[in-house]
């Protein structure tokens, strides 16, 4: 897990203007509502007062409101915080009393689009910031997006990941693909080619399939021959993977996977579909239906795939040329590691909890001091983590 990235957080259909709701992100909760103008607020959700949760469990009842002129309000003794993050009243000293400058909570740059409240979780200055990824397709009439589909995993985005670049498990995992007729004289998978992101901050890849003839209920078109299939896709960032499939060079879909890394064995991915065919919107649901089926088979292979997380080196796994393009996507982590912006989770874990509350540090830690809450825990050396070539 990574911070200074932007990371989804919640479904904007999902956040009301009068409710504040409580996500983890990265091991650390937060907290995300809406202010008086309706834009979406993220901050640590730990309040610094005796660590109530500002998204928590509230008692006071429904004449009491959970946000006050965009102000959310801690449940436990009424501290009111600002999209800022900044504690604008306290109301045990009195509401026209100042509050201390340590009376704050880390809040993060945040952007809503395509359906999502995104929050940059670091403290890198704007400038350093690896942009919002860019979905080209979202605003063109020839593209239909899919409202964001969520899938809760159990087990760690980065396998999540590496699943969808994987271009040898169509075959085994996906019958839905109609690939399982395969044949043993012929069936490889070709040779292909990895290459830095267009966008950056990640890898590319495309890969020519042996592809099966085209169901009319699964395409909307109807091919009885088999043919090539182009699929592949990319990274950007360590927890957002993009797909292309082209199942005739017309038709095309892209698919957007923005990975929410909850802790190390959960993950909530936000999934934005793109088409450039069956533009209807009758065709929503069942593109729905079948991209909730295909999931769950990966979902159910990738529940027993161990260890849980991706392991230190190369060599302790046997890589296959196939492999290449997970191989490539480990090179990009191995980028953020040597940038120091992996948690280190061992230590966090050790920690996390207990005597001591985490935060994400903000990108106000580095203009001001007097911090209440500890910054997640960083590791600076990555050396260890050594990557081999493919067998
Ligand atoms: S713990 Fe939040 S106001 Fe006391
Ligand atoms: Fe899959």
Redesign the pocket.
Known sequence: MYINFWYPIIRSEDLAMDTPEKVKVLGCNLVVFRDENGDAAVLSDT??????S?GGAWSAGPNVPRIVDGRVV??????EFGGDGACKH??SIGYDSKPPARAKVDSYPVEERYGIVFAFLGDLPEEERPPLLEVEEYDDPNWRANTVLTLDINYYYERSIENALDPAHNEFVHPTHGFTAMNRETYHVREYDTEDNAQGWGMWFMHRFDAPPLKEENWGKTRTEAGDLWAGGGTYGPNTVITHINPTPEMGFRQYFFEQPIDETHTRIFFLNMRNFMLDPKHDGPIHARNKEIAKQDIDIMEHVYPTQTPISNTKEVLMPADKAIVAYREWLTKFDDAGWRVDIDEFNRRNGKATAFAIPSPARRESKNWVVEAVPLVGDRAERKLSAVN
Not at 74 to 79: A, D, K, L, T
């Open positions: 309040c610094v007062h005796r660590g109530g500002l801690c449940p436990y003794h009424g501290w306290i109301p």
